[in-house]
């Protein structure tokens, strides 16, 4: 079931516009659309070892240019957006990023750049918490490019034997990730309730 998709993944990694698709979406994910750019930094990376770095490259710029967006959005437009903010699934991950920002300051920044939690929370948190904004670049800088960067190492590094493993195992691990992600949401409802 998984094989098809890995396959057809992989033949849209090498489209002639991906780049500019993988730009588009890193900027999106910075500042208000959930899906992380590592979808399509991975496969790219693997499809095109020798563009890996200029790959975690772009990422990086279109990430950090989609996080001044969304410090904008909380820096200008926190007050127009904090109903939907409160009513939204994002409500709790901002509460968290606020007692981050308390605790941590402008490395909370870089915590969440690298880190597989919300960015997008992070970048209107910091804008709405109106952080210094020269740190705020400088720290979505170095923590979304230690990121893409060891996304893009990794998988250039591997090559063409790791894209072979990987499609000989892709159904098991999708089926994995499946039913990680089915107890993952179980799980977060039962201590939601209790």
Known sequence: MFKPLYD???NWSRHRHAGRYLAALSFAE???FPIPPDVMLAPMALAQPKKA??????????????????YAIGYFMFDSISDWLQTSRYWEKYLLAEAFFQEWGVWAVFIA??????????TIAAGALQMAFLPFVLASTVGRGARFFLVALLLAAGGEKLESKLRMYIDRIG???VILIVIGLIAYQFFKTS
């Open 175 to 177: 089926w994995a990730t």
């Open 113 to 122: 750049g690298f880190s597989p939690i919300p960015y997008k929370v992070f």
């Open 53 to 70: 770095w200029q790959l975690a490259l772009l990422t990086t710029v279109a990430s950090v240019l989609g996080g001044i967006l969304g």
């Open 30 to 32: 910075s500042s208000f």
């Open 8 to 10: 057809k993944v992989l």
